[in-house]
Nanobody, 120 residues
């Protein structure tokens, strides 16, 4: 079984910072990519940032320069440092991991989501 456990969401004023963390558990889970998505009310889930095992990163244009993603491959954890938060960053943030669990083909795994609310 693969489980993604998130932490770090909350309420913050505009301009503030939050740090989201996600830990993937499950032996025999080989992760090729980890990242964060978010979904605001009435909107589709969108990619925020992702990183591969080799260290390459990808960010949504709306968060470039404000958010930083980092990953610890040995611990199967991923962290999203969010600075300069704006009200439009308000959403439920989901941790994502893409990889192979045991003999199964690669697929996406998701955390339960953590609420980030930015007040103006």
């Amino acid at each position: 079984q693969v489980h993604l456990v998130e932490s770090g969401g909350g309420l913050v004023q505009a301009g503030g910072s939050l740090r989201l963390s996600c830990a993937a558990s499950g032996s025999m889970f080989s992760i090729s990519r980890m990242g964060w998505y978010r979904q605001a009310p009435g909107k589709q889930r969108e990619l925020v940032a992702q990183t591969t095992g080799g260290g390459s990163t990808d960010y949504a244009d709306s968060v470039k320069g404000r958010f930083t993603i980092s990953r610890d491959n040995a611990k199967n954890t991923v962290t999203l440092q969010m600075n300069g938060l704006k009200p439009e960053d308000t959403a439920v943030y989901y941790c994502n991991a893409y990889g192979n669990y045991w003999y199964r083909p690669p697929e996406d795994y998701w955390g339960q989501g953590t609420q980030v609310t930015v007040s103006s």
